[in-house]
């Protein structure tokens, strides 16, 4: 019990933004941080557990091969067939590659050791998002001259006349300027919040049995349950922000494609 | 604002990050991409190949098993007709024999009978004969021992007893 007093009072409290960022390893600054190691044993994981999963792929698969078929399987049938169509095909890879990195690397929030996910710092949601906005606008203009494709952006012919001049800018704004904005903002702030609650409710478990006062010391077994609750809630935030952030990519390639806006 | 405080603001993002993430998340595209994912649509289009396959070759063996049961079917009508039409061969040829060989005994029994009934004539013939022989002897001897010792070489001119004979003979025939 005295060592979680002493624990207790060397325990950052409140949790602050600050707790978010780390120093980087061997004196290279931001180059080597946590973050910037977490990302990439991500990408080995994910290399290595597909290329051994689909290195002698049978009929009737192995487990690693069921579950990277099923994966792959989901986007395809589940995203791709759906939002996108008979296009899909050429958008599936890269949709399944979104989906499973950012999936992992939503997971490391509640991985224990890593307990935080990359995606809490903005410049990894943003980095998707910024492709995934590059991709949709290049498919659209690809597909149907620059002209056309922004003109398809922003202009809606079914709507009167009068409502225009309202709706170009507002379509322009939030197709365009803010589309990657909104997707990485929401990825980030979700795994964000995420990792404020499980700090609040952990951390604040050991300053409340660490208290002077009894009766707080029993409230701390709440605070833990709660902690214990989060993370369970946290694994299914981290899969359903990857599902929503590579659902609302096919949706603005689907939308780039389509003929009509 | 108090997300900046203490230096940071999360939202404002790291630019060595992006391009780790950059790069990381290229390199993952890249091998996933070009590696991994045409595999895993060749495993599935070989799985719904084999099945279909799989279907396929089920609905020929039940055709084929179909068109054998017909054949059968077929061969076991045929071979059923065909024994029954052997077996009325059968009867008929049993019947054909039967009458054969009822008809052969008919004459048999006629030819045996024809051959009792000429027996009988030929031995009447002959005991006829013989009667007469011995009716004349002892009709010569009778008369011979009523009329005398002295009539016996009269009657052996014989013509006397083949006379009497004659007239026996055309005696009318109703005694026959």
Redesign the interface.
């Known amino acids: 019990m005295s060592d979680s007093i002493v624990l207790a009072q060397d325990l950052p409290w409140p949790p ?3 707790d ?2 780390l120093d980087g390893l061997f004196g290279l ?3 080597l941080t946590k ?2 190691l977490m ?2 044993l ?2 080995i994981v ?2 290595v557990l ?2 051994r ?2 290195r002698k ?1 049978a ?1 009737v ?1 192995t487990r690693g ?1 069921w579950f ?2 099923s994966v ?2 989901f986007v395809r049938d589940s995203i791709g067939k759906e939002i996108i169509g008979k296009d899909a095909h050429r958008f ?3 949709l ?2 979104l989906f ?2 950012v999936a992992f690397t939503n997971i490391y929030g509640i991985i224990p050791l890593a307990q935080i996910s ?1 995606n ?5 949601p ?3 998002a910024l ?1 995934s906005y590059i991709m949709f606008n290049w498919v659209g203009i690809k597909k149907k001259g620059a002209a056309r494709h922004f003109k398809d952006m922003i202009y809606l012919p079914d709507a009167p006349m009068w409502l225009q001049p309202l709706l170009i800018p507002i379509e322009f704004i939030s197709n365009l300027v803010v589309r990657p904005v909104t997707l990485s ?1 929401r990825l ?1 702030a979700n795994m ?1 919040a995420g990792h404020l609650i499980l700090l609040v409710f952990t951390v604040g478990g050991f300053m409340l049995l660490g208290a002077d006062n009894f009766a707080l010391k029993g409230v701390s077994v709440v605070s833990f349950l709660l902690a214990i609750a989060m993370t369970l809630f946290e694994a299914f935030v981290a899969i359903l922000q990857a599902y929503i952030f590579v659902l609302l990519s096919a949706t603005y390639i689907e939308g780039a494609l389509a003929e009509e806006h | 604002m108090i ?1 900046a ?14 391009v ?3 790069i ?2 290229a ?3 890249f ?3 070009k ?3 045409p ?2 649509e ?3 289009q ?2 719904v190949e ?1 099945i279909e396959g799989g279907l396929e070759r089920a609905q020929t063996a039940q055709a084929e098993a179909n068109t054998l049961l017909e054949q059968y079917k077929q061969q076991l009508a045929e071979a059923r007709a065909e024994a029954a039409s052997i077996r009325d061969e059968a009867r008929a040829d049993a019947g054909a024999i039967k009458d054969d060989i009822l008809a052969a005994a008919r004459e048999e029994q006629e030819r045996i009978i024809a051959a009792g009934r000429e027996q009988l004539t030929a031995d009447r013939q002959a005991l006829l004969h013989e009667l007469r022989t011995e009716l004349g002897t002892l009709s010569v001897e009778l008369a011979s021992r009523i009329v005398g010792e002295s009539l016996a070489d009269e009657a052996r001119k014989k013509g006397t007893v083949d006379r009497f004979l004659a007239e026996l003979e055309s005696a009318p025939a109703g005694r026959r």
């Open positions: 602050k933004v600050d978010f960022f600054d931001n180059w973050f910037t990302v990439w991500a990408v994910l290399i597909f290329t999963a689909m792929p009929l698969p091969q990277a078929e792959y399987g599936v890879p890269y399944t590659v499973c990195f990359p809490t710092h903005y410049a990894f943003l980095t998707l492709i903002v980030f964000f | 997300l405080q203490g230096g940071h603001n999360p939202l404002i993002p790291i630019w060595q990050e992006i780790v993430g950059s990381g998340f390199l993952l595209c091998v996933l991409i590696f991994v994912f595999k895993i060749q495993s599935y070989a799985r084999a």
